[in-house]
């Protein structure tokens, strides 16, 4: 089991920025995959931004553009970097990793677009 930690949410106005930190118990070399996933209230968890072993990433149309995804291999962290943040995106954020067909999950971090 990987064990994964996020940090970074917090309370920001429409327009705004914010980076969210994944840092994985093991090397992310290990990974197959890693992504952010966001709950938003009363919905069900969706995938927000995806990155592989090897550097392919995907993204949510609902945050291309804006959102972007990287990794520093040394600190075994994935960021989430989001930009011009929208009330619609205020949700739960979790950190996903998957290595050899299992799956572990963060423990979430609040972020709260509004004015």
């Known amino acids: 089991q990987v064990q994964l930690v996020e940090s970074g949410g917090g309370l920001v106005q429409p327009g705004g920025s914010l980076r969210l930190s994944c840092a994985a118990s093991?090397?992310?070399?290990?990974?197959?995959?890693m992504g952010w996933y966001r709950q938003p209230p009363g919905k069900q968890r969706e995938l927000v931004a995806g990155i592989s072993r090897l550097g392919t990433t995907n993204y949510a149309d609902s945050v291309k553009g804006r959102f972007t995804i990287s990794r520093d291999n040394a600190k075994n962290t994935v960021y989430l970097q989001m930009n011009s943040l929208k009330p619609e995106d205020t949700a739960v954020y979790y950190c996903?990793?998957?290595?050899?067909?299992?799956?572990?999950w963060g423990q979430g971090t609040q972020v709260t677009v509004s004015s």
């Open positions: 093991i090397s992310i070399f290990s990974l197959d995959a």
């Open positions: 996903k990793a998957v290595r050899g067909g299992m799956t572990s």
